[in-house]
């Protein structure tokens, strides 16, 4: 019942800056997020989908992926049932295509979100982001 779309990925050069969205719905009036905990994931090329960024359901505590801590922030905007990913300093490393996740009305706390992808239950279809110079 939960739909999720992502928008915002794009080509930067390394040092640059996006925001990606991730806008989550469902059929019934009242959706809130914070029945939700959402999880950013990426995918590189041959490379396994990892988590990057995760927030909980119940406090919005978060959880960075180490090679992302300081550079990336994720957030929760609850009028727009919209959760956002602001990256900094890119690197071409970060190159992949980026994915949000959620579970059904879970409780699971950040870093089990972002350990635990194959237990995600809604997926976004993902959006690419590409860091060249």
């Known amino acids: 019942q939960v739909q999720l779309a992502e928008s915002g990925g794009g080509s930067v050069q390394p040092g640059g800056s996006l925001r990606l969205a991730c806008v989550a719905s469902e059929f019934s009036l009242g959706f809130t997020l914070d029945n939700y905990p959402i999880g950013w994931f990426r995918q590189a090329p041959g490379k396994e989908r990892e988590g990057v960024a995760c927030?909980?359901?119940?406090?919005?505590?978060?959880y960075y992926e180490d090679s992302v801590k300081g550079r990336f922030t994720i957030s929760r905007d609850f009028t727009k049932n919209t959760v956002y990913l602001d990256m900094n300093s890119l690197k071409p490393e970060d190159t992949a295509v980026y994915y949000c996740?959620?579970?059904?009305?879970?409780?699971?706390?950040?870093?089990?979100?972002?350990?635990?992808?194959?237990?995600?239950?809604?997926w976004g279809k993902g959006t690419l982001v590409t860091v060249s110079s």
């Open positions: 996740a959620t579970q059904d009305h879970s409780t699971w706390n950040a870093w089990t979100v972002c350990d635990n992808h194959y237990a995600m239950d809604f």
């Open positions: 927030i909980s359901s119940y406090d919005g505590s978060t």
